[in-house]
């Protein structure tokens, strides 16, 4: 094989923050790696996207890299590495810090991808790595603000990957892209709609799209892994399903242990589990956010603000539901003064604060927290509850369930 003009960069060692995905948008639309016709490619690409899900960055780019060395003509290398650059900027504080990186290795998979249809004709591969790769520069383009230009990526994408089933109905992967497309349109979340206003986009199809990523959960050989956690991420954030979004990331986690952003999931699940009465999860709350915190530090990565601040704020529920009020308190003041100024979380965390106080007798104290509550966001029925604490103080009695959250949050708010 011919050696490649392009640099292949050494493996990279991820130190620093961890940002979790800023939507589902953005993370689902990363394409995974359909090979047909050449076993060494795919078993190699296989296991690179597994490294690359456990959070083992640099093996993951040691193997995309060997691609890239030994096959410069196709796009495997080029677009699966681009893909561990833009996971790992998914989890980490700089998260530009790979841009250049992930724009350059997803030009030259568009390049080699339409220098084999030059050369050999069309066909459904190459079609859907062109799919693969516009895919992920819109999400790359969303999550960056470039709305527009990802808007037209996006659309570039659905074009390949509907013509590439036109060409092979039985490449089952590329419905990924597809029914991701299908139900996040039906959803209209708020990153679409002033897209829709200049583009025609589809209605969407929300059945139609869970149809098709369970059909790649099931069938698919290597979008499966995305359509995991696709299903997972939707039924948590979008479904709100919390029972069932716990028992797929579970699964998730037994497959990817090394992975912190499975493990926050699972812990956002257990702490909706929570919320809504579930009574067995109070000292997991505790556990998680511990063992979390642990294996970030063991990697010597610092967590990013808005994953530091809600995992101290769920210890300290946890702790204020197991009777630790020492420790309740302090993990609640701590998330007060570190929270961003408009944190949905700021109101149940000032709420207890006041509970608190007026347990301890402290009145005046619990008055100022309950005002304080009220200034924020209304989330589980917080304000019609410091309202009535306002007038006779909390005496200890504790509802089984709070109101629901209706609001559609997105993994940075879950």
Not at 55 to 82: K, Q, V
Not at 158 to 183: C, I, K, N, R
Not at 308 to 332: N, V
Not at 338 to 352: F, R, T, V
Request: some cysteine; overall charge positive; hydrophobic content about 35%.
């Amino acid at each position: 094989m011919g050696q490649s003009s392009e640099t292949v960069h050494q493996p990279v060692t991820l130190q620093g923050t961890i940002t979790v995905p800023r939507t589902c948008f953005c993370l689902l639309l990363l394409a995974a790696l359909p090979v047909q016709g050449n076993p060494d490619i795919a078993s190699t690409a296989q296991e690179a996207l597994d490294w690359m899900l456990n959070e083992e960055y640099a093996r993951a780019h040691a193997l995309f890299g060997s691609l890239i060395t030994a096959y410069p003509e196709r796009p495997e290398g080029y677009l699966g590495r681009a893909m561990a650059y833009w996971d790992a900027s998914l989890i980490l504080e700089d998260e530009t810090q790979y841009d250049r990186e992930i724009h350059r290795l997803i030009k030259q998979a568009i390049r080699v991808s339409e220098d084999r249809i030059k050369a050999h004709g069309e066909s459904a591969e190459m079609f859907f790595w062109l799919g693969s790769a516009y895919g992920l520069r819109a999400g790359l383009g969303m999550v960056r603000g470039s709305i527009f230009e990802g808007a037209v990526d996006g659309l570039r994408s659905e074009e390949f990957l509907s013509a590439t089933l036109a060409l092979d109905s039985t490449l089952v992967d590329a419905h990924f892209g597809l029914g991701l497309s299908d139900y996040v349109i039906a959803r209209k979340p708020r990153l679409l709609r002033m897209v829709n206003r200049f583009f025609s986009l589809p209605p969407g199809d929300r059945k139609g799209g869970l149809a098709r990523l369970d059909r790649v959960a099931r069938e698919g050989t290597y979008c499966h892994r995305h359509a995991l956690s696709s299903r997972a991420l939707i039924e948590l954030y979008y479904e709100k399903d919390a029972g069932e979004a716990r028992r797929r990331f579970g699964d998730l986690i037994r497959r990817y242990p090394n992975s912190i952003n499975y493990r926050v999931r699972y812990l956002d699940a257990l702490f909706a589990l929570t919320v809504k009465g579930k009574q067995d999860n109070r000292q997991t709350l505790i556990d998680s956010v511990q063992s979390i915190r642990n294996l970030a530090q063991q990697r010597g990565w610092k967590l990013d603000r808005w994953t530091h601040t809600k995992l101290t704020f769920i210890e300290g529920l946890g702790c204020y539901l197991t009777g630790q009020t020492d420790r309740a308190e302090e993990h609640m003041e701590a998330y007060v003064q570190q929270a961003e100024k408009k944190s949905w979380l700021l109101g149940p965390a000032e709420l207890i604060l006041g509970k608190l106080a007026d347990l301890r007798g402290n009145r005046q104290r619990a008055i100022v927290h309950y005002k304080r509550a009220l200034k924020q966001e209304d989330v589980w029925g917080t304000h019609a509850r410091a309202g009535r604490y306002l007038k006779r103080p909390f005496s200890g009695q504790e509802p089984v369930q709070r109101p629901p959250d209706l609001v559609r949050r997105y993994p940075e708010r879950p």
